[in-house]
């Protein structure tokens, strides 16, 4: 059983930021690429920013230059730091793990179970 938990989201002022984490924890052998995915209402779930378990980043062209994936492999956590919050921003946050439960090739794809972020005008 693997859970991703996250926290870190909530209501703020266009402008302002917010810092998303979410950890990792159950049974793990191994976790390789991590991200961030966030869904709008009446949107599909789009991707925000993922980073390589050596730490290669890529970014949605929306968030580049505001947004900052980071993780802590000790603590099986990936961070998102969001800075100049636009109300476009508005959405559910989902972090997402590939993981390995044992040696060898095969990846298990989980999910968390979402944090609002919220920006007001």
């Known amino acids: 059983q693997v859970q991703l938990v996250e926290s870190g989201g909530g209501l703020v002022q266009a402008g302002g930021s917010l810092r998303l984490s979410c950890a990792a924890s159950g049974s793990i052998f191994s976790i390789h690429d991590m991200g961030w995915y966030r869904q709008a209402p009446g949107k599909q779930r789009e991707l925000v920013a993922t980073?390589?378990?050596?730490?290669?980043?890529n970014y949605a062209d929306s968030v580049k230059g505001r947004f900052t994936i980071s993780r802590d492999n000790a603590k099986n956590t990936v961070y998102l730091q969001m800075n100049s919050l636009k109300p476009e921003d508005t959405a559910v946050y989902y972090c997402n793990a590939q993981i390995s439960k044992r040696v060898g090739p095969r990846r298990y794809d989980y999910w968390g179970q979402g944090t609002q972020v919220t920006v007001s005008s």
């Open positions: 980073i390589t378990s050596t730490g290669n980043t």
